[in-house]
């Protein structure tokens, strides 16, 4: 074991009896369960996604290092927290779980050389390279689909059904026919928007039905332009958020609010965000 490898292990190590502790003495994590646990998980990731996307955003600026680190911590914490509370309802260990990920790990890459929970070396390059998805359906998946979380946010719940369905075959064969589904989803939305009382009144609005085929089709087709869909509807936000308060900021040195601004004015404003950010 290398000198980093002992630092990494003692760490973790440290964290392991920092949690033990808090388990005992701690009156608000001595009472949490992993049910408990769960909302603030949720919370945990979506700061570490604030943070990678921050990170991005300032390629180089290692000041944007020190958040992300943190945010891998807390995340780290709650992982090793649920395993802990699962150990003391005696479900499982700490060790089963990472044994349990090393092990899948191992059976997803035969073609390289990994070692098994004796420390054995199996597997190597005389292997072939296995298809990811026919491997998850030999470990007992009924479907492609089966590994995508229900609770998961629309927009990523479909950026992760496609890749899966285009893990085993189901796609364009290129970016011009993806976009061109693309055309003909936004022409069936004009269609509908054009004729909205031709559906059933129990049933989705026709106009929600197809507004949802466009937007899938846009996730589809941002698969070929290398982009990640969830990703960039982020950003897009973000940039409203920069540009909105741009404009209550020039509100409040008017002495004014922002309701209070004519639609010319807010319009103004906007564009002035707007060229602050290209300079």
């Not at 290092?65 to 700490?94: S, V």
């Not at 197809?210 to 982009?227: C, P, R």
Request: net charge negative; hydrophobic share 35%; with cysteine.
């Amino acid at each position: 074991m290398n000198s980093n490898e002992q630092s990494t292990l003692n760490a973790f190590l440290r964290l392991s009896r920092v949690l033990d502790i808090l388990r005992q003495q701690c009156p608000w994590d001595s009472v949490q369960t992993i049910s408990s646990l769960r909302y603030l998980t949720i919370e945990e990731v979506y700061e570490l996604s604030d943070a990678i996307l921050q990170l991005e955003q300032h390629e180089g600026d290692h000041q944007y290092d020190n958040p992300l680190m943190k945010e891998l911590g807390d995340l780290f914490m709650h992982l090793l927290f649920y395993a802990k509370i699962a150990n003391d309802e005696h479900r499982f260990t700490p060790a089963d779980v990472l044994h349990s990920i090393c092990d899948k790990l191992l059976s997803r890459h035969p073609h390289i050389a990994l070692p098994d929970r004796e420390g054995v070396m199996q597997g190597g390059p005389q292997n072939p390279v296995p298809e990811w998805e026919k491997v998850k359906m030999k470990e007992g998946r009924k479907s492609v689909l089966e590994g995508v979380p229900n609770s998961l946010p629309s927009l990523v719940k479909a950026q992760r059904m496609q890749e899966k369905a285009m893990g085993v075959g189901f796609k364009f064969p290129d970016s011009e026919s993806a976009f061109r589904k693309v055309e003909e989803e936004y022409e069936e939305l004009r269609e509908a928007v054009a004729n909205p009382g031709n559906q059933q009144q129990e049933t989705p609005s026709h106009v929600t039905e197809e507004f949802g085929d466009l937007l899938f089709a846009l996730i589809v087709w941002s698969h070929f332009l290398g982009v990640n869909a969830d990703e960039a509807l982020s950003l897009a936000n973000q940039k409203f958020q920069r540009r909105f308060s741009h404009i209550e900021e020039a509100a409040k040195q008017k002495g004014t609010t922002i309701d209070k601004l004519s639609i010319e004015e807010m319009r103004h404003y906007w564009k002035e965000a707007k060229q602050q950010e290209l300079t």
